[in-house]
């Protein structure tokens, strides 16, 4: 046998073994697309995504964090930077506290999600009347210098909204010269989105201490609109991957990375197929982690609202996507029962921002200008918070006649599905 044979012999037994298995692996897929439909095809609209973090400062590190990892998971599930419209101030990534400058980390694990990110309104740019005009995709009512991308979405468009800050009965803040969006403002603004018939069905994920109040009572039904929030209506929110807590941040943080809620979609939508993974799914698992992962007994309750049983068996695709690499991965965790131990602790919102503060103090060189304006800073987040208790107690008094009796009549809440107050101009003058 001459050298040329023996090649030629090689080639043919070596086509004999690929062949079939191309064929093996595209039967496969063609299995797969009779059972499963193509996705891409079937979804027919595009995917709009708006995400917003409303704070500003190092303290709230973990908001611009985890709107940084949120575009990546997105940008990941195929969604593209067009159809992408990302808030964020932009202050925290070359802040002179950040341990890795142009780097923001949201899990100790020190994964950048900052690179790549679009800065599509940073600084005051991030206002009430930019975010519902960007949603309402009203371009010509844009100010300031922001890219000026709007939700441009059409009748058959999904629209996902993930919006992470503080947060106060009925209201979220805004870093912006337009401080506060009040619940019934993002409610009149989804009743317009609707009436225009430009979007098939939005999904919104809200993390905000008394997030539930902005939905509660007021979110009218059959607008196709799914939420889910990190509280109930009446209850804190939680940070995540604090200082002194398991699993620590890197020694060189002081600072939480990110917010329980958060942390919680978002591991789960990267690590796994987001097409076999439906609202509701996302949902239990979301809530069990949130509530047991939890430092406070209580926790904090994740709540649903809108319309749930028309959407909610929808699948996480359908709005953002998923990571291609996952496609053999399946959450089939139960989300019945309580877990074994806590993987974690959380930190109560408001309390995050002293464990900054507190650390910044305590790391400073002694003697040294840095401690003592980090004392001060410390020092004045302490009496500003006794100073609006004591004045909440003090108008209670005058109001009620006693301590007690203010306390307990502050502390009373409205029947559940009623809206936190029924005249918000008079609230708002408050």
Not at 114 to 139: A, C, S
Not at 415 to 427: E, I, K, N, T
Request: net charge negative; proline share 4%.
């Amino acid at each position: 046998m001459n050298l040329s044979s023996f090649f030629s012999i090689l080639l043919v037994l070596h086509l004999a073994v690929l062949i079939p298995n191309h064929i093996c692996v595209e039967s496969r897929k063609m299995v797969k697309e009779f059972i499963h439909g193509d996705d891409d095809k079937a979804s027919q609209g595009t995917r709009w995504a708006v995400l917003l973090a409303g704070s500003d400062g190092y303290g709230n590190y973990r908001h611009q964090a985890s709107v940084c990892h949120a575009y990546q998971v997105l940008k990941k599930g195929g969604l593209k930077d067009e159809n992408i419209i990302v808030f964020m101030y932009d202050d925290i990534a070359f802040d002179e506290s950040n341990p890795r400058p142009g780097v923001l980390i949201n899990n100790p694990r020190g994964e950048d999600v900052y690179y790549g990110v679009p800065k599509d309104y940073i600084g005051d740019d991030i206002n009430v009347n930019n975010f519902l005009n960007v949603l309402l995709g009203n371009k010509s009512a844009i100010t300031g210098n922001g890219s000026g991308k709007v939700v441009s979405s059409g009748p058959n468009d999904t629209i996902f909204v993930y919006y992470v800050d503080h947060g106060s009965p009925g209201l979220l803040l805004m870093p912006g010269t337009s401080k506060y969006l009040y619940a019934n403002e993002l409610n009149d603004a989804l009743i317009k989105k609707h009436e225009s018939g430009t979007y098939k069905s939005m999904v919104m994920y809200v993390e905000a201490c008394y997030s539930g109040s902005m939905f509660e009572g007021l979110l009218k039904p059959g607008m196709n609109i799914y939420v889910t929030t990190a509280a109930n209506a009446n209850e804190s929110s939680y940070a995540y991957y604090c200082p002194g807590h398991v699993p620590n941040p890197p020694a060189e943080y002081t600072t939480c990375l990110g917010s329980l809620y958060s942390i919680a979609w978002l591991e789960d939508s990267e690590k796994y197929n987001m097409k076999t993974e439906t609202l509701e799914k996302q949902y239990a698992v979301v809530k069990r982690r949130t509530m047991y992962e939890n430092v406070d007994p209580a926790g904090s309750h994740v709540t649903q609202y809108g319309d749930i049983k028309q959407l909610s068996n929808q699948s996480m695709y359908t709005y953002i996507g998923t990571n291609p690499d996952n496609e053999e991965y399946t959450n089939s965790q139960k989300t019945d029962s309580k877990p074994v131990q806590f993987l974690s602790h959380s930190i109560i919102q408001r309390d995050a921002d002293l464990i900054h503060f507190r650390l910044e103090y305590q790391n400073a060189p002694e003697g040294s200008e840095k401690k003592t304006k980090a004392l001060q800073r410390y020092q004045n987040a302490l009496q500003y918070r006794s100073y609006v208790d004591g004045s909440m107690n003090l108008i209670g008094e005058f109001l009620f006649g006693s301590v007690e009796k203010s306390s307990n009549v502050m502390k009373a809440v409205r029947p559940a599905g009623q809206p936190l107050v029924d005249d918000w101009s008079c609230y708002k003058t408050m």
